[in-house]
């Protein structure tokens, strides 16, 4: 039987809004897209960045079980307090999966405590994802690659730390390599790091690409398991007294 798992799609919806190519290969968003590509069970919801809290809420964020998130051109218009509660839950075990440009969302920057820089270049090329560790879990069914026809460009040196897992690893048209699919574990919540997804291209409707973050949301979904005490403790054995 399938895990049932809660997943919220969170998407800056601004370039859908304000550029007409974008629209026409997104006409209900991006977010939309991601979430009709997922193939797990459970609650699939969306949120965006101009709802109340943007779309995360107490209550949302503390139904989520994995969060996908995908962003761009707003990244300084997401509130501090809804960074420090999306990074809060991740340590207490809330999975999180970010895409592409949202390598620079400020909770990713925090939970990896790098810059997260990186080459760019927009010329519609070949990008090829390889598969580097066949046997994880998110490079199930994926084959030796994925092939995307036309993507953005993002290059070495890409400015995070050494990834727990690497899965994927691009490789471009123009001669660049980039390491496309990070794995991290922070507190009890896992962070799964997946390139492709300019939002001029139709990377999204792609069933490879669909196939990867279904998987990424299985694999980052919290285990079921006491959250860690901090802070001063009472001993478990008795403290015999020491002579002075």
């Given at each position: 039987?399938?895990?049932?798992?809660?997943?919220?799609?969170?998407?800056?919806?601004?370039?859908?809004?304000?550029n007409e190519?974008?629209?026409?290969?997104y006409?209900?968003?991006?977010?939309?897209a991601?979430?009709?590509?997922?193939d797990?069970?459970?609650k699939?919801?969306?949120?965006?960045?101009?709802q109340?809290e943007?779309?995360l809420?107490?209550?949302?964020?503390?139904?989520?079980?994995?969060?996908?998130?995908?962003?761009h051109?707003?990244?300084g218009?997401v509130k501090d307090?809804?960074?420090?509660?999306?990074y809060?839950?991740?340590l207490q075990?809330?999975?999180?999966?970010?895409l592409?440009?949202?390598?620079?969302?400020?909770?990713f920057q925090?939970?990896?405590g790098?810059?997260?820089d990186?080459?760019?270049?927009?010329a519609?090329?070949?990008?090829?994802?390889?598969?580097?560790?066949p046997g994880?879990?998110?490079?199930d069914?994926i084959?030796?690659?994925?092939?995307l026809?036309?993507?953005?460009?993002?290059g070495e040196h890409?400015?995070?730390?050494q990834p727990?897992?690497?899965?994927?690893?691009?490789?471009f048209?123009?001669?660049e390599?980039?390491r496309?699919?990070?794995?991290?574990?922070?507190?009890?919540?896992?962070?799964?790091?997946?390139?492709?997804?300019h939002?001029t291209y139709?990377?999204y409707?792609?069933?490879q690409?669909?196939?990867?973050?279904?998987?990424?949301?299985?694999w980052?979904?919290p285990?079921?398991?006491?959250?860690p005490?901090?802070?001063?403790?009472?001993?478990l054995?008795?403290?015999?007294?020491k002579?002075?």
């Amino acid at each position: 039987m399938s895990q049932s798992i809660n997943v919220t799609v969170w998407n800056e919806y601004r370039h859908e809004k304000s550029n007409e190519k974008v629209a026409a290969v997104y006409p209900q968003g991006m977010h939309a897209a991601i979430a009709e590509g997922l193939d797990v069970t459970g609650k699939i919801q969306t949120a965006t960045l101009d709802q109340r809290e943007h779309g995360l809420t107490e209550e949302v964020l503390n139904g989520t079980d994995v969060l996908i998130w995908w962003g761009h051109m707003a990244h300084g218009d997401v509130k501090d307090e809804i960074v420090e509660k999306v990074y809060q839950r991740v340590l207490q075990g809330m999975g999180l999966i970010v895409l592409h440009s949202g390598s620079f969302f400020e909770n990713f920057q925090k939970a990896d405590g790098q810059s997260c820089d990186l080459k760019w270049r927009e010329a519609d090329e070949k990008e090829r994802i390889w598969v580097v560790n066949p046997g994880h879990p998110i490079a199930d069914g994926i084959g030796e690659y994925i092939e995307l026809p036309k993507e953005e460009m993002y290059g070495e040196h890409f400015d995070i730390p050494q990834p727990d897992e690497l899965v994927m690893v691009s490789w471009f048209e123009g001669g660049e390599v980039f390491r496309s699919g990070c794995c991290y574990t922070r507190g009890m919540g896992k962070i799964f790091y997946f390139r492709p997804g300019h939002e001029t291209y139709p990377t999204y409707y792609n069933p490879q690409v669909r196939k990867v973050i279904s998987n990424a949301v299985r694999w980052a979904a919290p285990v079921d398991r006491e959250y860690p005490r901090y802070g001063n403790a009472q001993p478990l054995e008795t403290i015999k007294e020491k002579n002075q």
